[in-house]
């Protein structure tokens, strides 16, 4: 032990100890050269006796160094040195092996990027495993994450003691004047709402109770986005009012740069805690809060759900059926992601067994490519010991090489992914290839050198070292033991490849079949424009509709547009507002009962612009105004739900929404339309005449027959026109919005095709590597069977065989696990079963296909082998 | 010269080089070219330790611990690496010189019997 302590301070300080014992070796010669003197010699004579018995220094100083030098390194320079002459004397098999490498190590090193930022390490604010968001959620309902009412939230934080703080925030706008309008979006936030994020301003102060006072200057906390765009980054800002369309505010904080817990918030006003929010209305604020010391979130939970029982109690009206979910923070930022990203890393991690097979594949074949060479080295003296430390240096090599290559083209890889801004993957721009990212990469990459080293060593028996010297070279074909390791290398392959295969395929096939689904409007040559009137400037139903109308007179007279028409709540923008309704002459159901409608305010050109049909009764009319009765359309979803078999044109409801004791006659129904996602069946809908419910936050919608993009500057310029001081909120078109809202699909559907593809060439090279080994070891048995008259078929039968045996058995295996791992694949399906039948034998026949390709060229050489040639070869 | 001490050299059995090393420390501290005189005196020139053999003995013997090297001025005022024995070294010496007593005894025998 200790004299390990002794080497360690040998290797250390190996400069010291060699000059040492170079000196002490000098003044051995000098003493010697005396002596000789003294005795009588001549001087040079003394010298040169001297240094003839001392002889060779080098050697000495050598057999010296041999003592301390560890014994197991004294030949890995040399191992590492035969390693890297062995790979240049085979280029070829060497980038095959580096570049396979590469690619496993580079893609799972950049995954295990993302699921570390995303999954591993913690959110950005202080003690975050204290942080929770707190839900409603409607017992009947499926939505399990229901915004939540802010006199709910008020009793809540009266009366649990599992918080430290609990916060709730709400939405809001700041539309801003100057030279360049804009409407930024931000928050409403209570007073605690920085205790619980546990964050305060970079810069200037945070919420003062004074800032809610009635009468003070309207308060906000810019975020630092906000802050460098919009006020050029200038603390001069701080304390000044800025100019809003009415009045102003006054940014009195600038949160620290990154900090936007909420999303894409640009600014954070303080929410006034009025009595009358106490007064039960609405579901619109979210509530987020930070555990007391000791409480864990199960007990927040468990306290939350007895408080939302008593107010179910007290409040029967409103909180009939409602209850109450805590989650922690950490689960709820990353929970949609989570199963995709799990899903992705076993794809990845395929895709890796899949490389090192092939890799482990190709060694084996070239270590039994040089068993004479081995066989020789061993008959020479080398230790078996030694042929396996030579055998773990060149795997240990070309793991260095790929594995490097491989981090490389992680850093790529996460550089271009970061840009690409997939939405579907929170806190993205977090992701880097970090210190334990790196750290992931290099144990990944010794892992791999270790296997494939000792693997190929463990293949070669002793016998199998001795056996080629004692018979003639190759005239037994391989090892059969190593053969039989090969093939089942290969099954493996196969068999994971087409679990690759199979998710990829099926989540491929769901996007066509989501894409293909009918969404209810005829998306092509549809611009989009969204605008929000001021209250201030346009009071009153009498001036939105002047403003509104004049806009679609004027929008209507640009060449090229056919339809046009406005709508308050696109389709597939994420939200439509909802609540209960009633049908005139029923029972009024129990409190918690009644049926829910999405609802939406259109003019009586939307419909036709959306290309959606009205099916029955009549559309929207100019004529549907103030002072004439009421009426709405209906979609089929609403008629099904509310009057089956039965007609609905005619119907009185009452629905619990802005004048909830009028009486609304239906008297249309319009086909359904997918407004929550193309993969969400139509919701029960009614639309309300614009003229009867002026709106001011409307949205434009143009149909033409020209590029719809080339109609915005033409739009701009009537609004302009109009209001020059009127933001433009939103420009789009509807197909852009449909492709939006398949992002979250295509990106995972994507990476699990390019996994796929990778695996699919993988395995196609190792089935080739395969054969070709196995035509080039067996060509003189070939030979002999040409030569006694053998078939081309029977030749052909024989290779391949020998190598669909283990493709076939890989694909058995394969389908088996395949429809065990596709469930896994749940949420990114649509329209399709996981173990769909069509889509798992597809997958099959491809990978049949590319095996019997793989197979062709060693096959087809089989063939050609040349009887006269290949006997005559050992002759 | 050369060749009477080629004649008269003689093959140092495995292991004794070791023990004749200690055995000349534990007189005194000693540097390398004095330990092969020492030798060479002592058996009347009959045992000649080659520098080859010496000087990596000497490190495997520092790397068990039973020397300690350390540079000093020889009465001559020359510098020079003097070993001397460890506690350790002298233990190991006591059971060399057993060892090789019982060896010669056992060589004795058999070479001639009594």
Redesign the interface.
């Known amino acids: 032990m200790i004299s390990w302590f002794r080497r360690l301070a040998w290797l250390l300080d190996r400069r010291r100890f060699e000059a040492e014992l170079g000196e002490e070796i000098r003044i051995h010669e000098e003493m010697a050269a005396e002596q000789a003197r003294h005795e009588g010699m001549a001087p040079d004579e003394a010298g040169f006796a001297a240094r003839r018995r001392v002889g060779n220094r080098a050697q000495l100083a050598e057999a010296a160094r041999d003592v301390w030098r560890p014994p197991a390194l004294g030949d890995l320079g040399q191992d590492l040195r035969y390693a890297l002459r062995g790979l240049r004397r085979q280029p070829g098999y060497a980038a095959a092996a580096a570049i396979t490498l590469m690619l496993a190590i580079g893609a799972t090193t950049a995954l295990f990027s993302v699921l570390d930022a995303l999954l591993l390490r913690p959110l950005p604010y202080r003690q975050a495993d204290r942080m929770v968001q707190v839900w409603e959620h409607k017992r009947t309902s499926d939505n399990r994450e229901n915004l939540v009412s802010p006199a709910n939230f008020l009793d809540w934080h009266d009366r649990a003691r599992s918080f430290e703080h609990l916060a709730a925030y709400t939405w809001s706008s700041l539309p801003l004047a100057g030279n360049t309008p804009a409407v930024v979006y931000g928050r409403m936030v209570t007073g605690n709402f920085y205790s619980v994020m546990g964050a305060r301003p970079a810069l200037g102060r945070g919420f003062l109770p004074g800032d809610t006072l009635v009468g003070a200057p309207r308060a906000l906390i810019v975020s630092h986005a906000l802050w460098s765009t919009r006020f050029g980054g200038d603390s001069a800002v701080i304390g000044k009012p800025i100019p809003l369309r009415e009045g102003s505010a006054q940014i009195v904080g600038v949160m620290p740069e990154g900090f936007r817990p909420l999303g894409s918030e640009e600014y954070w006003e303080p929410w006034p805690m009025q009595s009358d929010l106490r007064t039960r209305r609405g579901r619109y604020a979210m509530v987020v809060g930070r555990l007391r010391t000791g409480a864990a979130a199960e007990d927040a939970d468990r306290e939350l759900k007895g408080i939302a029982a008593a107010l179910e109690q007290e409040h029967p009206k409103f909180n009939a059926e409602w209850g109450t979910r805590v989650v922690p923070l950490g689960e709820q930022v990353t929970g949609g992601a989570r199963p995709v990203l799990l899903l992705l890393a076993g794809a990845i991690a395929s895709v890796l067994l899949i490389a090192c097979l092939n890799v482990a594949n190709l060694r084996l074949g070239q270590v039994l490519a040089r068993r004479t060479e081995l066989a020789v080295r061993t008959a020479l003296g080398a230790s078996r010991t030694r042929i396996i430390r030579q055998m773990l240096a060149e795997g240990l090599v070309l793991a260095a090489i790929g594995g490097a290559l491989g981090i490389i083209a992680a850093i790529a890889g996460v550089r271009a992914l970061v840009a690409a801004q997939v939405t579907l993957i929170p806190r993205l721009e977090e992701v880097t290839v970090s210190l334990r990212v790196l750290v992931f990469a290099l144990g990944l990459t010794a892992l791999i050198g270790l296997a494939f080293g000792l693997a190929p060593a463990l293949a070669l028996r002793e016998d199998a070292l001795r056996q080629p010297l004692s018979r003639r070279g190759g005239e037994t074909g391989s090892a059969p033991r190593a053969r039989r390791l090969r093939g089942a290398l290969v099954s493996v392959q196969v068999a994971l490849s087409l679990m690759l295969l199979a998710g990829a395929s099926l989540s491929v096939r769901s996007l066509g079949k989501l894409l293909a689904v009918d969404p209810g409007f005829e998306p092509g040559g549809v611009l989009t424009v969204e605008l929000e009137l001021p209250e201030e400037a346009y009071a009153g139903p009498g001036r939105k509709i002047a403003f509104y109308e004049t806009l679609v007179e004027r929008v209507r007279g640009i060449p090229g547009i056919t339809d046009i028409g406005l709508v308050n709540f696109l389709p597939l923008r994420g939200f439509t507002p909802g609540t209960g309704f009633q049908v005139v002459g029923r029972p009024e159901p129990a409190a918690g009962q009644a049926p829910s409608t999405q609802l939406i305010v259109a003019d009586p050109g939307y419909h036709q612009a959306m290309g959606t049909p009205i099916l029955q009764g009549r559309g929207l009319t100019p004529a549907d105004q103030l002072g004439t009765p009421r009426v709405i359309l209906v979609n089929q979803a609403f008629a099904r739900r509310a009057f089956p078999g039965a007609d609905p044109i005619g119907q009185r409801v009452k629905v619990a929404y802005a004048e909830p004791d009028s009486i609304l006659s239906i008297v249309g129904v319009v086909a359904d339309m997918r407004r929550d996602g193309l993969d969400v069946e139509p919701a029960p809908m009614v639309v309300y005449p614009f003229r009867q419910y002026p709106f001011g936050y409307m949205t434009l919608v143009v149909r033409s027959s020209r590029d719809p993009e080339a109609l915005a500057p033409a739009i701009r310029a009537e609004i302009a026109a109009l209001d020059r001081s009127l933001p433009v909120l939103g420009v789009e078109t509807l197909e852009s919005r449909i492709h939006a809202t398949t992002a979250d699909r295509r990106y995972p559907m994507l990476l699990l095709s390019l996994l796929a593809s990778l695996a699919l060439v993988l395995s196609a090279v190792g089935l080739y590597g395969v054969l070709a080994y196995l035509v080039g070891q067996r060509a003189r048995e070939i030979g002999i069977r040409k030569a006694l008259g053998a078939s081309r078929g029977a030749i052909a039968r024989l290779v391949l065989g020998e190598g669909f045996r283990f493709v076939l058995l890989g694909v058995v295996v394969g389908l088996l696990a395949a429809l065990f791992t596709t469930r896994y694949l749940g949420a990114l399906l649509y329209g399709l079963a996981p173990n769909d039948p069509v889509t798992l034998g597809a997958g099959a026949l491809i990978l049949l296909a590319v095996a019997a390709l793989a197979a062709w060229i060693p096959a087809r050489r089989a063939l050609r082998v040349d009887p006269a040639v290949t006997l005559r070869e050992d002759g | 010269m050369a060749a009477r001490r080629v004649a008269l050299r003689a093959e140092l059995l495995p292991g004794t080089l070791d023990l004749l090393i200690l055995k000349t420390l534990s007189v005194q501290p000693m540097?390398?070219?004095g330990i092969a005189?020492h030798i060479g005196r002592l058996s009347a020139e009959a045992l000649r330790v080659?520098?080859?053999s010496l000087?990596?003995a000497l490190?495997?013997l520092?790397?068990?611990?039973w020397v300690k090297a350390e540079?000093k001025l020889s009465p001559t005022r020359?510098?020079?690496?003097y070993y001397a024995l460890t506690p350790a070294g002298r233990r190991q010496l006591a059971q060399e010189v057993s060892a090789f007593d019982r060896l010669v005894t056992a060589v004795r025998r058999v070479v001639r019997p009594a």
């Open positions: 540097h390398g070219y005189q080659e520098e080859g000087y990596p490190q495997r520092r790397l068990k611990g540079w020359r510098r020079a690496r």
